[in-house]
């Protein structure tokens, strides 16, 4: 018969509502904390002698100190030799790869003082604190055993004017707490609403509990690291809790303080299975308890029906920051890639009796298929019609030329993704090349001992009577920095002069946030630098460097314990002002150039600032984005 740890708990699970401080007796206590249960009276799940041989099997799993520091040391050589940003990162932070690893190794020998030895998800939060000092949102941890999540009432929380909020709550988690506490329903729903302040987190200022994170992840800008932490605060499978519970003073509507005790839970699927044993069996031993051990029913010997589990652990999808600025559109339209996740939205806004064009593209990551391009997909009475990208854009925005209205272009939450997909998209908003400065991208490669990846990607139609006007220059780019021992390229600066331009010529506003990265980076870059757009919202995450292709003139390294991977960039990326262009040699499709290495600086690590900054307000939180347009539309008629 299936045991639940959850029977065990029944009798001594109770939630206590009320105000202020904890006064240290019972009586106190009880009257002023919710706390859903007392680990102290948690008894473990009993397990027979065979159950028991095989956990004792997993915990003594551990990586020794020496493996970890060969683990290391491998991961170091790699970078060394392949990471383009090794050498380059001294002038972008103050710190070379040599320093991050010897930070690192000292880390290590930090963290094995007490023990000699590390279990996999120590070692995990290890070397992703190492990547993280190189401050390259590109580099991440691909981990080969995965870790089971940890989650609890609160889902997610969001930082206003320095504050912490409650953006999102696990409501059907709080239903289940309530029946198991057999308390009236909504009770305790009541105490964790939406908006309100969290204003201690384990008796600490909660900025205290971002610090601990911060570390450990990999963001190309302090704010964007940040924002990342405050993502992982309540929802995570790093930095596991060494406690089984989380207590949080939160400020209500009418100022008064509500302590909540709530209890870390794994988050597990119906098959009982989520993540690695290894990390199951380090949670349930730290006493966090399962998800499925929720569902056994308010009495001993009684299950729940299956329906009432299902979704337990589901957040609250309302306020979304991802989604549509406005609520509602006149002529909404949105369009969804091959894996139904949405691409765009396009629709008019109307504010204040003013009419707004809107267009949201939430992702760049795009591959060109060979009949419509860069493929979207409209469902229409449930059928998911095929359409092209670039035909949709411009579309809606002969729509808005025609219509005189002023578009916003959001780019808020887009992390980027193809970069070739860019200029393309921009040059339908270039009105005019009299008053735009003539912008050129570019890009250069970290020169690799052989560089027969780069001669695969960059040189391939050697075949041909001629070169293409890019293979030369990549050609010349390699062969210049082989010639002159240097171990980057020359930047090449090109542009497609075949893409389509001015279908929309009115006024724009440009929304950006932290979370624009990668090539969102570079369209917000090309609005700036044209002064083609009012740019309104927070600075853009920073970029980190990237990828020459993601096949084979990649590195990627796998350490010797093959318990992760990492993708190390080799390239850079960014967009030149060429002032006179008249030397540069041309195609049928493109212009392009040399541009020395020295006349034009790297844009990793550094944010596109807006002209503009707009914040969020806790009212935009609640009420979706009131404050946040009301300041787009008064910058929009104020220029007019």
């Known amino acids: 018969m299936k045991k639940y740890l959850l029977i065990v708990i029944i009798p001594y699970l109770t939630l206590f509502l009320g105000c202020g401080r904890p006064t240290g007796n019972s009586s106190g206590y009880l009257s002023s904390n919710v706390r859903l249960f007392d680990p102290k009276n948690l008894t473990p799940e009993p397990a027979d002698n065979s159950t028991n041989e095989v956990l004792n099997f997993i915990r003594s799993q551990k990586i020794n100190k020496t493996d970890a520091l060969k683990s290391v040391e491998a991961l170091n050589h790699a970078f060394k030799s392949s990471y383009i940003g090794y050498n380059l990162k001294k002038k972008l932070i103050n ?43 590109h580099l991440s941890l691909d981990k080969k055993t995965s870790g089971t999540f940890v989650v609890t009432a609160v889902a997610e929380a969001v930082l206003i004017n320095n504050k912490l909020y409650i953006s999102h709550v696990r409501p059907n988690l709080i239903k289940k707490f309530e029946e198991i506490a057999k308390l009236p329903a909504g009770s305790f729903a009541n105490k964790l609403k939406l908006g309100s302040e969290i204003t201690l987190i384990n008796g600490q200022d909660p900025k205290l509990e971002i610090k601990k994170l911060m570390p450990h992840i990999s963001a190309s800008s302090d704010l964007a690291q940040i924002r990342k932490a405050v993502g992982v605060l309540f929802t995570r499978n790093m930095v596991y809790p ?23 839970v794994q988050y597990m699927n119906k098959d ?155 040059e339908l908003f270039n009105n005019s090349e009299a008053t735009t400065p003539n912008l050129y991208g570019a890009d250069t490669k970290l020169m690799q001992v052989g560089n027969s990846s780069f001669i695969n990607v960059n040189l391939n139609d050697i075949d041909t009577k001629t070169l293409s006007l890019l293979s030369m220059f990549n050609f010349l780019s390699m062969k210049n920095a082989k010639d002159r021992k240097q171990e980057i390229g020359n930047w090449v600066v090109s542009k497609n002069t075949a893409y389509e331009k001015n279908i929309y ?17 570079l369209m917000a870059t090309r609005f700036k630098k044209s002064k083609r757009a009012l740019i309104l919202g927070e600075a853009t995450s920073g970029t980190g460097f990237g990828f020459v292709s993601t096949g084979s003139a990649n590195t990627e390294f796998r350490d010797p314990l093959n318990l992760f991977e990492v993708s190390i960039p080799n390239s850079a990326f960014q967009i030149a002002i060429i ?37 969020y307000t806790v009212n935009d939180l609640l009420n979706r984005y009131p404050d946040y347009i009301r300041q787009i539309t008064t910058q929009l008629r104020a220029s007019e």
């Not at 710190?95 to 991050?100: A, L």
């Not at 930070?103 to 939060?125: H, K, M, V």
């Not at 010529?505 to 440009?510: A, G, R, Y």
């Not at 950006?512 to 990668?518: E, F, V």
């Open 505 to 521: 010529s009115k006024k724009i506003v440009l929304l950006i946030s932290s979370a624009c990265g990668s090539a969102c980076e």
């Open 242 to 264: 060494k406690e089984q519970e989380i207590t949080l003073s939160i400020k209500q509507g009418d100022s008064s303080v509500f302590e909540a005790t709530l209890p870390w």
């Open 579 to 615: 002032e006179n262009d008249a030397d540069f040699k041309s195609d049928a499709t493109t212009k392009a150039s040399l541009l020395e290495l020295e006349k034009l600086p790297f844009m990793e690590n550094s944010p596109v600032v807006p002209d503009i900054e707009i914040k």
């Open 95 to 137: 710190k070379s790869g040599d320093d991050v690893f010897t930070d690192c190794q000292a880390s290590l020998n930090q963290n094995t003082q007490a023990s000699s030895t590390l279990s996999t998800f120590e070692y995990y939060d290890l070397i992703s604190k190492c990547l993280a000092g190189f401050k390259d949102s």
């Open 272 to 426: 009982n299975t989520s993540g690695s044993p290894e990390s199951r069996v380090l949670l349930s031993d730290t006493g966090i308890f399962k998800s499925t051990e929720l569902t056994a029913g308010p009495t001993a010997g009684q299950t729940t029906d299956s329906s009432d589990d299902k979704d337990l652990l589901e957040q609250d999808t309302e306020p979304d920051f991802t989604f549509s600025l406005f609520k509602d559109l006149k002529n909404r339209k949105e369009y969804e890639d091959s894996e139904a996740d949405q691409v765009l939205i396009t629709g008019i806004a109307e504010v204040e009796n003013h009419n707004y064009c809107y267009l949201k593209l939430n992702t760049f990551d795009l591959k060109k298929a060979k009949d419509l391009g860069y493929k979207i997909f409209e469902n229409v009475n449930t059928v998911k019609n095929p359409r092209s990208l670039i035909d949709v854009i411009k579309t809606h925005l002969s729509f808005c030329e025609t219509f005189a209205a002023p578009l916003i272009f959001d780019l808020r939450n887009n992390p980027g993704g193809n970069v070739d997909l860019v200029p393309e998209i921009f």
